[in-house]
Structures are given as C-alpha cells and as structure tokens.
C-alpha cells in the first residue's frame, strides 16, 4: 500500500532540495545583515534574523497544508482563490496600513501582511484555469482581452497601492501566454511600446513622432506588397497617442520617486545640482550595495565579516539588497553559487512544466518559472547597478514572512501538481 501511495504522489525532491538550499542560505544572510553587537542571540525575536527563523518554521507547516490538499482542488477552486485575492487587495483602501508611502500591508497584532505577495499564485491559477478551458482559443482576440482583464486588475490594484515594483512582476504572464501559442505580433507590438515610450521621455514628443514617421513610411514603401496607405497613418497616429500618453502619466500620474529614478536611468534631468540631489537621495543605497559587492573580491571576506554589511553602510540591506550580503561576505564563488541555485530551480521547474500531461499545471508551472524568474533578474539587475532601482525581494532569500510564504504558496502548489502528474489523463 505504501509503494503504491509513492508511486501516485511522488514529490520533486530536486526541487524541494533547491528551495531549502536558498531559503537556508538566505537566512544566513539575514541574520549577517541584521545583527547588532558581537554576541548573536538566534532567538531574539525582535530582530530581523529571528522573526525570520518564526516564518520559516510555519513556512514548513504551510508546505505540509498545501501538499496534503488534493491536487484538483487547486484547479477546481483556482477562480474562488483568485476572487478571494481580489478582494483583499480592495480591502486594503479600506483597512490597509501604509509603510514607506505603499498601502499594502494589514495590521494584524504587531505583524503585518501583504496580500500583493498571494495574489501572484492566485493570478497564475486563474490563468492556468482560463488557459486550459476547453472553450479558450488564447489565438482569438475576445480570449486575449479576458486574460488581459484577469492580469491587469491584480496588477492595477497593486500599482493604486504605490507598489510599481510589484506591479510590474505580471509582466512575466507574457512569456507564459507566448509559450501557450500567444501571436507573435504582440511581442513586437511591446517592443516598439517599448521603443516610443523611452524615446518620448528622452528625445521629446515631436522628434518621436518624426522618426515615427520616417520609419513607418520607410517600411511601408519597402514592402513589395503595399496595403493601404491607411494603415500606415493609423500607426502613426497610435505612436503619437502613445508619445502623449507617455509623457503625460510621467509628468502626473507617477510618483516624485519614480520619476526622479526613471529621469536618472534615462539622463534627462540637465541640471547639475539637481542630478546630484537625485544621486544623493535615490542612488546611496546602490552606490554602497556596488562597494559592499566589490570589496568581496573572489572568496569574500567570510561569513559575519563583512566590514559594510556589520557596519550598516547599505540601508535595509536584509530586505531587497541581501545579494549586495552575499557578495561582500561570500565573495564572487558565493555570488555565483546563488546564481547557479536559482539557474538550476528554473530549469526544473520549465523541464517539469513540460512533463504535465494536464494544460492547467503546464501553464501553472509556466507561470511559476517566469515570476520567479522576473523577480531574480529585477532584483539582482538592481542591486548591481544594471537596472533602475524597483523595490522587489528575492525569492526565498529576502527578509519578510509574506514573501515567503508567497512564493512557498506559487512553488509548492505546482509541486503538488507535478506529484499527481502520473493520474492524469
């Protein structure tokens, strides 16, 4: 009876030992980053490493909730989950608790959580649901702009919170819907929103909608088979209400933040003692991040003797610059053992994606890879320096109990998918 039970529920050790290898790691790290004084007390729970060490213990306990659920109820129940997650979102306008200008946490006794954090793996088994149902045609265009509707409201709630970073993250569906037969157009369709929105904010509305023009005409008269003028002048007058809409959601929809740091990734700002206002202000965690990472040359200056780190020179370093931790204490061969772990996480969770007999956990699995994904390139890209600064953690690695638990939730539900793989038919 047992070798049967083993057989019909096997779980992926692989990539159970991958997460236990970054969330281990991770704690070490936070526990460098947050400490005080030369004596550690690894139960003083009023520290950052201590209350880290509570979340993990009941991380553990939700890992054995979400894998004794049957496997069904997260597809049979995925709308149900992602409405529920909806309306926690709503809710925080109205009982929300505002840190660092973001409304996205609730108070509950003397912790707080943030439902931001839940609402991707709610997102990704609405998806995943929509995706595999049997009347979905993801090729035609009344299936598109209901998965459009299903990303976007997760991710406009969010962003009405003043969370961009997070906002951002349901990006990542695109190389999920692409994967799942998406037209190949939209990809240059972003592309070229891509193009027009940096080129308006840095050359200016006029020059964009010039060379706009140029390029447009310049295809369209190269074409050996040349439609309709017509087409041509729609695009044009789409790259103009693109230059406009651009130019006018920085100008008064964006925060002085977000502005100040996109104006600075871009250079647009032309005034000296302005630029090193912005520098002062925006890029001091970045510049000492880029020291504490440098000063660790190729082995690192050893665990807990990281001068920068125990000196406090980055601020919040437990939080969304934990990497600059590894790089100063662990040195390069620490950095790229992160690296190489979180590498090797993606690649098994993409080869078990593609092992599903079953749409929805090939799409869920996607989906897990991909948020996962966007959120190690976000924050690593930002920490050294390769990126603007967006206020995202690291998967399993950063301090915070919601984030953990949210992404335990997103990896461990498809787990429990690829365990029941062999029952599906």
């Known amino acids: ?90 809710g925080l306008f109205l009982f929300g608790k505002k840190v660092n200008g973001a409304i996205s946490w609730y108070g509950i006794g003397g912790m707080t959580i943030q439902p931001s954090e839940f609402a991707k793996a709610a997102t990704a088994l609405a998806v995943a649901k929509y995706v595999s149902d049997l ?54 369709i972003v592309l070229v929103l891509a193009f027009i929105s940096i080129a308006a904010l840095k050359f200016g509305i006029v020059i964009t909608i010039i060379a706009s023009a140029v390029l447009i005409f310049a295809f369209h008269f190269l074409r050996k088979r040349r439609p309709s003028v017509l087409q041509p002048l729609a695009m044009l007058i789409a790259a103009a209400i693109i230059s406009f809409s651009i130019n006018f959601f920085y100008t008064n929809i964006l925060q002085a933040h977000q502005k100040d740091r996109i104006s600075l990734w871009l250079r647009l700002e032309k005034d000296p003692v302005k630029i090193q206002e912005m520098q002062r202000d925006i890029l001091y965690n970045l510049y000492e991040s880029e020291k504490a990472i440098s000063s660790g040359g190729w082995k690192g200056k050893g665990y807990l003797e990281g001068t920068r780190t125990t000196g406090k020179f980055v601020p919040e370093q437990h939080t969304d610059y934990i990497f600059s931790t590894v790089g100063e204490e662990w040195g390069f061969a620490g950095t790229t053992f992160v690296v190489l772990v979180f590498v090797l996480l993606l690649l098994r969770i993409l080869h078990l994606a593609e092992l599903q007999k079953s749409q929805f ?18 924050n690593i890209g930002m920490v050294m320096g390769l990126i603007p600064t967006i206020g995202i953690p690291l998967p399993f690695f950063s301090y915070g109990g919601s984030g953990l638990w949210g992404f335990t939730i997103l990896l461990f539900i498809f787990i429990k998918l690829d365990s029941n793989r062999i029952n599906e038919w």
């Open 361 to 378: 956990s090939r799409v869920y699995g996607y989906s897990v890879a991909s948020i996962i994904f966007f959120h190690f390139m976000i």
């Open 135 to 188: 009347n979905t045609d993801i090729k035609t265009f009344k299936d598109q702009i209901r998965l459009c509707i299903i990303i976007a409201l997760p991710a406009i709630l969010v962003l009405m919170q003043n969370d961009a970073g997070s906002t951002l993250v349901y990006t990542s569906f695109f190389f999920v819907l692409y994967r799942e037969g998406l037209p190949k157009i939209y990809l240059s």
């Open 1 to 90: 009876m047992a070798r049967e039970t083993n057989k019909y529920f096997k779980f992926d050790w692989i990539t159970i030992v991958l997460f236990m290898m970054l969330v281990g790691f991770g704690w070490m790290n936070i526990l460098s980053a947050s400490h005080i004084g030369d004596t550690i007390d690894y139960f003083d729970f009023s520290q950052p490493y201590g209350k880290q060490l509570i979340f993990i213990i009941l991380t553990f306990f939700l890992i054995v909730l979400i894998l004794s659920i049957e496997a069904k109820f997260y597809e049979r129940f995925s709308s149900v989950i992602y409405l529920i997650s909806m309306l926690s979102l709503i």
